[in-house]
């Protein structure tokens, strides 16, 4: 039976990353070597990371406007302590949004560094919605906000202007949708969500912006060697960044981001129009802003889950519990989702309002 893969991540890739991955690993290039096995110094491998650095920056719309992008280690999560440590000024300060449980684990780290300002944030609505009205200080070294909050189903619809540089962890809507990513500073996002599996990091850096915060950097931390070592300053996720690659040109062959955000917004418009037509069903998030990629809902009766769950398990749908900070259901809609999985998910939650 045909799997729908609605993970929040690690989660669904395209099946032809799955396939030339798994021909990799047996024999990579006509190397006699598995991309398992090869060494990062190798040409073969050299060349891999520089397609993908370069294709990350094409399809966002970087090339050759004074950004680099990296492939890193230790997730997003480690974005989080490298901003404040390359962007803060010794007795400086950091504005940032707190949109969720990902942006309050990012203000977390950065409170090591120095002042940090909470310009807004909506945790005493569980996050249900992302924050708007706010102020950013002029005077703050950056600005740090999370573009989709994975768990809580809500994302940025727009972008805040400032003189002062932008951070944003795109991990879960990064090549998703177009944006205007010349507002950005850094953008940071874990693979296992749009990109690849997990094990890599992209970062995207405006490399006019380091180098500026009078603070002494750990060698591992420092972006601006990562950019001087392309990405090899230590030996990288090669396996990762080998899928990673795959993606991004299954993404550039299918049309770039203008034509895989067509895709995801008539998935996305798909399940909440059912979600806001069945009486069975509501929405977690605040209608104005709900995630394309990530779909939060709830049964009004909660004893209807036990028939749910199974009509949606034998209809081969996988990964569709909620979060438990919100509980009820979380559909993960990401690039390589096909329409028919969310077609599929849509016709149980119908069976099921006939079905009681």
Known sequence: MKKHNYSAGPCILPQEV?????????????????????????????????????????????????????????????????????????????AYLDSGTWA?????????????VVVASSKDQNYNNVPKGYSIPADADYFHCTSNNTIFGTQMKEIPTTNIPVVCDMSSDIFSRQLDFTKFDIIYAGAQKNMGPAGTTLVVV?????????????????????????????????FPVYASLLTLQWLKNLGGIAAVEKLNNAKANLLYTEIDRNPLFKGAAAVEDRSVMNATFLLNNPEHATVFDAMWKEAGISGLPGHRSV???????????????????????QALEKAV
């Open 18 to 94: 799955f396939e030339k991955s798994s021909q990799a690993i047996l024999d990579f290039n006509n190397s006699g070597l598995s991309i398992l096995e090869i060494s990062h110094r190798s040409k073969d491998f050299v060349a891999v990371m520089d397609e993908a650095r370069s294709l990350a920056l094409e399809l966002l719309g970087l090339e050759g406007k004074g950004y680099q992008a990296l492939f890193l280690a230790g997730g997003a999560s480690l974005e989080f302590l490298m901003v404040p440590y390359n962007l803060m000024k010794v007795n400086g300060k950091a």
């Open 327 to 349: 509980g009820g259901y979380r559909a993960s809609m990401y690039n390589a989702m096909p329409i028919e999985s969310v077609q599929v998910l849509v016709d149980v939650m």
């Open 206 to 238: 405006k490399e006019e912006i380091l180098g500026k915060n009078g603070r002494e950097i750990p060698s591992i931390l420092d972006y601006a060697k990562h950019i001087k070592a392309e990405s090899m300053y230590n030996t990288p996720a090669v």
């Open 104 to 116: 309050s684990a990012a203000i977390k780290e950065a409170k090591f560094f120095g002042e940090t």
